[in-house]
């Protein structure tokens, strides 16, 4: 008995000597992939955002944290829950040490929810695992930690790391936090989201967007001394991409700069196929590594700065604007008596537009020249128009670079020239040159680009006399409109 309690203490000792030895003896790309794997593992079922799933997934990062001493946001605990506990972020904050500097902060995020599981038509249950998306930025954000962390007695400015929740289903993790942020948002200098950084030698580089956000920020992202050897960088003024968005768009809308870390859309990603046996592990290790040296230098450049600029998707929604507008399309002649209406005929224009907003509401006064035909058994009818509608708007929030409008109001048209056939247009005993009508319309809004569909019904007649069936005549339009605002 004696022989087996020294035979077992001896392996128990061997035990404790080797086991955390070998763990110390990781790479950062073995690191890497420990956690892509462990959080992209069937046992996580896609970390679908609220599911207990997220929230294993959630105690493992924050148990990550723990290990490299990551202090939690608040001293006591890494979640911040937000929609009544539904959801929750993990906050941990890495302290700098200069007297002023330290007062500032460089956020770090990455959201760790992921699609989960959907039925297929087959009427079986199929899992997304998000390795790419975003696994491998969560993963990245942890080991960027514990570099930090490393190097804390070198910081300036203070690090937060983010872990994001609900990002799939509508960013809820990072809006919440922007709109409510422990301190305030202006002292966040800079906010990155690591979102997607797993296919480095598919994609050939890693791109940082929204450099034009930060004074000297190519210069900043592209510094020799920072990148490590067999890593590319590429760097991107402004996001621009108005169907996409990531964890960086309720800061930015905030006015603070941001980044978007990625490797770009090479992998499989919102499918099944998205698993971790396809990362690039080597490839994630290079930029954790700049990650880190970036996020060292911000931290101690006294003389580093915001550009002031933001991309267009992120500018904050103006109380008032301007813009040009385009219309295609065609008029026809209604007759306001008799069964059989005039046959239509092309009619464009373009135009300037102002908006006055006010929230969800909007009264939008517009001037455009019009050239509008239509048929006519006596020759087609050609009028040139100054038309000046004046439209009430309801839109979807401002705040979100795409929504939805409809809008309604008079309009004033003044017909300053024409012809019917080959003859110019009396006005003086046929036609009438001023009109009155309603206009209206539905537009889709992507950033600065509204398309949308626009009608116009006349109220009064172009016609002085009635024709053999005692009927008027009025315009009736129907256009395709394209504004650009600025």
């Known amino acids: 008995m004696k022989r087996i309690l020294l035979i077992t203490g001896w392996v128990l000792s061997l035990w404790l000597t080797i086991i955390p030895s070998l763990f110390a003896q990781q790479t950062l790309a073995d690191r890497l992939k420990s956690h892509v794997y462990t959080?992209?593992?069937?046992?996580?079922?896609?970390?679908?955002?609220?599911?207990?799933?997220?929230?294993?997934?959630?105690a493992y990062i924050a148990a990550q944290w723990k290990e490299i001493g990551i202090t939690p946001w608040n001293g006591v605990s890494y979640y911040r829950p937000f929609r009544g506990e539904q959801y929750s972020n993990l906050v941990g904050i890495i302290e700098g040490?200069?007297?002023?500097?330290?007062?500032?902060?460089?956020?770090?995020?990455?959201?760790?929810?992921?699609?989960g599981t959907k039925v297929d038509k087959n009427g079986e249950k199929v899992m997304?695992?998000?390795?790419?998306?975003?696994?491998?930025?969560?993963?990245?954000?942890?080991?960027?930690?514990?570099?930090?962390?490393?190097?804390?007695?070198?910081?300036?400015?203070?690090?937060?790391?983010i872990a994001f929740d609900a990002e799939e289903i509508g960013l809820y993790g990072s809006n919440d936090f922007a709109h409510a942020p422990p301190f305030p948002i202006e002292q966040v200098k800079l906010m990155l989201s690591?979102?997607?950084?797993g296919w480095y030698k598919a994609s050939g580089y890693l791109k940082y967007v929204g450099s034009g956000t930060i004074r000297k920020?190519?210069?900043?992202?592209?510094?020799?001394k920072l990148i490590p050897e067999g890593l590319h960088i590429k760097t991107q003024n402004f996001e621009k991409s108005i169907l996409t968005a990531t964890d960086t768009q309720a800061?930015?809308?905030?006015?603070?700069?941001?980044?978007a870390v990625t490797t770009g859309f090479k992998s499989p990603y919102h499918k099944p196929g998205d698993v971790a046996q396809l990362i690039d592990y080597d490839g994630m290790a290079l930029i954790t590594e700049h990650l880190a040296n970036v996020v060292r230098a911000v931290s101690t450049d006294e003389g580093y700065a915001a550009s002031g600029k933001l991309a267009a998707k992120h500018t904050p929604p103006a109380t008032f604007n301007m813009g040009i507008s385009a219309q295609f399309g065609s008029n026809y002649h209604f007759y306001t008596s008799g069964a059989v209406d005039g046959?239509?005929?092309?009619?464009?224009?373009?135009?300037?537009?102002?908006?006055?907003?006010?929230?969800?509401?909007?009264?939008?006064?517009?001037?455009?020249?019009?050239?509008?035909?239509a048929r006519h058994p006596d020759?087609?009818?050609?009028s040139h128009n100054l038309t000046t509608p004046l439209n009430v708007v309801l839109q979807t929030p401002l705040d979100n670079p795409a929504g939805l409008a409809v809008f309604a109001g008079p309009y004033y048209s003044y017909r300053f020239g024409g012809r019917q056939g080959k003859s110019s247009l009396d006005f003086n005993k046929l036609f009438y040159r001023n009109e009155v009508g309603i206009n209206y319309g539905v537009e889709l809004r992507l950033a600065m680009i509204r398309v949308g569909v626009t009608r116009r019904q006349a109220y009064t007649t172009l016609t002085r006399n009635r024709n053999g069936d005692g009927a008027f005549i009025r315009n009736r339009s129907v256009f395709t409109t394209l504004t650009y605002v600025f």
């Open 39 to 58: 959080l992209a593992a069937d046992s996580l079922q896609g970390r679908s955002a609220g599911s207990v799933y997220a929230q294993k997934a959630a």
């Open 97 to 115: 040490n200069h007297p002023v500097l330290k007062n500032e902060y460089i956020v770090v995020g990455a959201h760790y929810d992921h699609l």
């Open 128 to 161: 997304y695992p998000g390795a790419d998306d975003n696994a491998s930025g969560t993963a990245t954000a942890i080991e960027l930690g514990r570099i930090i962390k490393s190097i804390q007695p070198l910081l300036g400015r203070s690090v937060v790391l």
């Open 194 to 197: 690591i979102d997607m950084v």
């Open 217 to 224: 920020g190519e210069q900043i992202l592209t510094d020799p």
């Open 251 to 259: 800061f930015a809308f905030e006015g603070v700069p941001t980044l």
């Open 343 to 373: 046959k239509s005929a092309g009619a464009h224009g373009i135009g300037i537009t102002a908006a006055f907003n006010m929230g969800l509401l909007a009264i939008r006064p517009e001037a455009y020249y019009n050239y509008i035909q």
């Open 379 to 382: 020759g087609k009818v050609c």
